[in-house]
T-cell receptor, first 113, second 116 residues
Framework: DQQVKQNSPSLSVQEGRISILNCDYT??????FLWYKKYPAEGPTFLIS?????DKNEDGRFTVFLNKSAKHLSLHIVPSQPGDSAVYFC????????????FGTGTSLTVIP | GAVVSQHPSWVICKSGTSVKIECRSL??????MFWYRQFPKQSLMLMAT?????????EQGVEKDKFLINHASLTLSTLTVTSAHPEDSSFYIC????????????FGQGTRLTVV
């Protein structure tokens, strides 16, 4: 059973515009969420995280929004750059279970120059 | 940020042989490490949780006798794919977290295994 879902397998955005990547989860016990970026044949790299006590966290061009009632989070990238082209995974965890993460299936972002 | 090193990054082996993949936390101690597997165009799937000094905890459907995990020290976990078959060809990634909660996991660079 997929507890973390990313329903959009791919997304194309023009350079300079906003990229919005969405993620839904089903487990209401999740209390910490993360976004990872992954290039082909490389390990994921951490982007940004958010605790369930917050609804927004911003780091430079990246902002993550969390809507607990809807069990939904999103990653906004503004402005999008060609180097942002990669697969983005959202992940969730219950923090008293030792940092075991559950991943979404990923969204492939293409930023068009 | 913390560094997790995974080795090798690429390996090709013959069917029936075994392959060992190492995951090291270079600048922190990790009592727990995780092993993931990624099939093409699919998500990272957790295979097992590796605990230092004890047996690994395997996810449902993962053969523990095929994917041997050893977490011998606070900085090293190994995954051995035994009697590899072509269907074991995949991308394997480990991750480790610093002690404590609400910390992001740091990932190794991954290992591309091809069984021929």
């Amino acid at each position: 059973d997929q507890q973390v879902k990313q329903n959009s397998p791919s997304l194309s955005v023009q350079e300079g515009r906003i990229s919005i990547l969405n993620c839904d989860y089903t487990n209401s016990m999740f209390d910490y969420f993360l976004w990872y970026k992954k290039y082909p044949a490389e390990g994921p790299t951490f982007l940004i995280s958010i605790s369930s006590i917050k609804d927004k966290n911003e780091d430079g061009r990246f902002t993550v929004f969390l809507n607990k009632s809807a069990k939904h989070l999103s990653l906004h990238i503004v402005p999008s750059q060609p180097g942002d082209s990669a697969v983005y995974f959202c992940a969730a965890t219950v923090t008293n279970t030792g940092n075991q993460f559950y991943f979404g299936t990923g969204t492939s972002l293409t930023v068009i120059p | 940020g913390a560094v997790v090193s995974q080795h090798p990054s690429w390996v090709i082996c013959k069917s029936g042989t075994s392959v060992k993949i190492e995951c090291r936390s270079l600048d922190f101690q990790a009592t727990t490490m995780f092993w993931y597997r990624q099939f093409p165009k699919q998500s990272l799937m957790l295979m097992a949780t590796s605990n230092e000094g004890s047996k690994a905890t395997y996810e449902q459907g993962v053969e523990k006798d095929k994917f041997l995990i050893n977490h011998a020290s606070l900085t090293l976990s190994t995954l051995t794919v035994t009697s590899a078959h072509p269907e074991d060809s995949s991308f394997y990634i480990c991750s480790a977290s610093r002690a404590g909660w609400n910390t992001e996991a740091f990932f190794g660079q991954g290992t591309r295994l091809t069984v021929v």
